[in-house]
């Protein structure tokens, strides 16, 4: 992410002024319409991953991640709201046509006339908004096309090109503020766990090479001489893809007491060469580059045999109020467990309210920063001899994260509404709903699957979301499908077990849709969860 002051946007305190004054018109609206969600309103959604480019290509097909945020288009089940949607290249219209079909009691043709596709028709390697911006007659399009005072801008993350962007159309963003970033990047989510009193590991300050970064790894090793391993992290880096895991074993000799702050440093050194770097192309030589350009820290390894890695949602009101949206327990992949793959909804019973307890804590920090919308808090649980789990905060995300479209998919579908004192969602019905959801089911064989091809498999095995009982599949990063055999989905049902069978459902129709000889595997059906999903099962 481009974490740049407000004050790089052209330079002139007019234009910081207005953005900020855009922004406070949020809240004037938000005091008038009881459900701002469902009001009359313009959305304009920019999907711009507007984060480092050379982090985000890690991210195999990311150049079809512009279609996670197609979950807004559910948002025209209100008759009264109108969608203006911006992509680099085109949708594949049976992409459009699958998510409008999905509105429950809205004709196709009423939904489709209130949404507006644009295209900067760019298929280069830069930030969506950025484009935009490069194109005056598009901006004058998607300014030609809202009503001002109705309208708001969503994105998937923040930076200086989105608050430009909203300056130029003189639509507010619904979103924190670029300068307000540096508190979802790893070294800011430690300053915000810190100073809210929620447990995290121990762990170092942004250096910006390796010799500094040596230093506070050599310090912590120091402050915790019994440390097995580490996790190195570019400041910026995302899903996991920017860590590295530093592995003190071979160097245990060193281990304090024994040896030297000196030559602990110098082992240190030596050992990044031989790091487990979780992004699969990625080397120390490129690493180490990064350094110098986003900072990176040291953070303790958090060790652990029964351990799992949920996560809270959160949203920051205009007013400043703090809302928790949703719990997840994430399913992690890669080399150490440490690539975000996919979710299930809810988070175990177990620990459920005690991360909501914490993300409120965490919540409320960021508003009293200024800081709005979406955030999200990734932990690591590890149980204890005596049954009891200890949560450790991992790093905060202030964006759009992988948990935000299925739990929005979910609540958009069905206008249900996630209870607080039971940490479940429920259906207008009185049904609880639960949910498995990836970005990552990958596999070879589904690679020359066309979008069209997509839609015939789904309709033949009647794989589709079905609106009266509220249970199915709901597939997205459809345009991944041809080029790279990736997709994403999400799998509801009224109980883990139902959402689990559904979603297995889909992978064996598409195995057997697809011709394949090879003894493929995908990185997301096979990952084996520790955890059996019942309630309370810990």
Known sequence: MQTVNLSHLDGTNEQIDQFRNLQLSLRDRWKTIELFDNSDADIVVIPSLSIDQRELKKVEGCEHYEERLLFSLIRLRNPRTRLIYVTSMPLHPSIIDYYLHLLPGIPFSHARNR?????????????????????????????????????????????DLEAELSVKLGVPLYAAAPDLQIWGTKSGSRQIFAESEVPHPDGSQRVWNATELAEVAAELWERQPTLKRMVIKLNEGISGEGNALLDLRPIVNLAPPQGTHVERVIAILNAFHVMRFQASQETWENFSGRISELGAIAEAFVEGEIKFSPSVQGRITPTGDVEILSTHDQILGGPDGQIYLGCRFPADAEYRLQLQELGLKVGKNLAAKGALERYGVDFVTVKQDNGEWDIQAIEINLRKGGTTHPFMTLKLLTNGHYDLSTGLFYSQQGRAKYYIATDNLQKDRYKGLLPNDLMDIIAHHRLHFETGTETGSVFHLMGCLSQFGKLGLTSIGDSPQQAEDIYNKVIKVLDAESQDENNDFSIFSDYTSPMSWEEGSG
């Open 115 to 159: 949404l507006l596709l644009l295209s900067t028709y760019d298929s280069s390697q830069k930030p969506l908004t950025q484009k935009i911006l490069e194109r005056p007659r598009l901006l004058e399009r998607i300014r030609q096309a809202v009503r001002m005072n109705k309208a708001f801008m969503a994105c998937y993350n923040a930076t």
